[in-house]
């Protein structure tokens, strides 16, 4: 998945056409309501779609994975680990414009013309992304799985592919591998894979066992250059 980095945050190239897409929309009625003495409560119907979609999409991924968020509520707050289910958020947003519009039949051309004029911006960005994802190869590295028979990652290739790089003594990995162990059996139409950094198959053993978690795709690699080559 591609993605920008800013700070502790990281935004994927699907959120960033997102919140581009929402900032179009916004400007358009903006410049459709100019003359309207409604504007700002116009304007402010589209803040709270925006308000309502973001905290359904949280709301909806943290009821999905609730059984991993358990074992660290803090973690319930933290949106840059990416948790939002859009389809719910787009379906909440746009009831509550919907009804806006009951009350207001003057809105429905003004919403429409906006996302026709939005949808129509953001089809080369959609495409040109999704263009772009499909020409990156999953680099030829040397891994293993914990029989120590090597792996080729150009196997996985046809479905969303999830790399996840850990080591046991890396507080944050040990923290997301129960988050990530849910997910794998959740999102079945994704392969999930796990790159050790460097240890031994006895350890990483040990630390499954001691966690209880039923992790497939463990593979391990003694060398530590697998994530710099998927960088484009």
């Not at 925006?50 to 973690?75: D, K, S, V």
């Not at 190869?137 to 029989?147: H, W, Y």
């Not at 997301?176 to 999930?192: G, S, Y």
Request: net charge positive; proline share 4%; charged share 10%.
């Amino acid at each position: 998945m591609l993605s920008i980095a800013l700070g502790p945050i990281v935004i994927s190239i699907s959120q960033l056409i997102t919140l581009s897409g929402l900032v179009v929309f916004w400007g358009l009625t903006y410049l459709q309501t100019r003359n309207n003495a409604q504007q700002k409560e116009i304007l402010n119907h589209i803040f709270t779609a925006i308000f309502t979609g973001f905290i359904t999409a949280r709301l909806a991924f943290i009821l999905t994975m609730w059984q991993a968020y358990q074992e660290n509520w803090w973690q319930l707050l933290n949106i840059s680990d990416g948790g939002f289910l859009s389809g719910y958020g787009w379906a909440a947003g746009t009831l509550v414009l919907i009804r806006f519009t009951i009350s207001n039949k003057s809105l429905v051309k003004i919403y429409i013309t906006s996302a026709a004029i939005t949808a129509s911006c953001l089809i080369i960005p959609i495409f040109s992304a999704a263009l772009y994802q499909s020409g990156i190869e999953l680099p030829r590295s040397q891994l293993s799985n914990m029989q120590g028979q090597e792996v080729n990652l150009s196997a996985y290739k046809g479905k969303p592919i999830i790399i996840n790089f850990w080591a046991t003594w890396c507080p944050p990995c040990r923290r997301e591998m129960p988050v990530l162990d849910a997910a794998q059996k959740t999102h079945k139409d994704a392969v999930f894979i796990f790159v050790n950094q460097g240890e031994s198959p006895a350890t990483v053993e040990q630390f499954i066992t001691s966690t209880q978690l039923d992790i497939q795709n463990i593979f391990s690699t003694r060398v530590v250059t697998l994530a710099k080559n998927l960088v484009p």
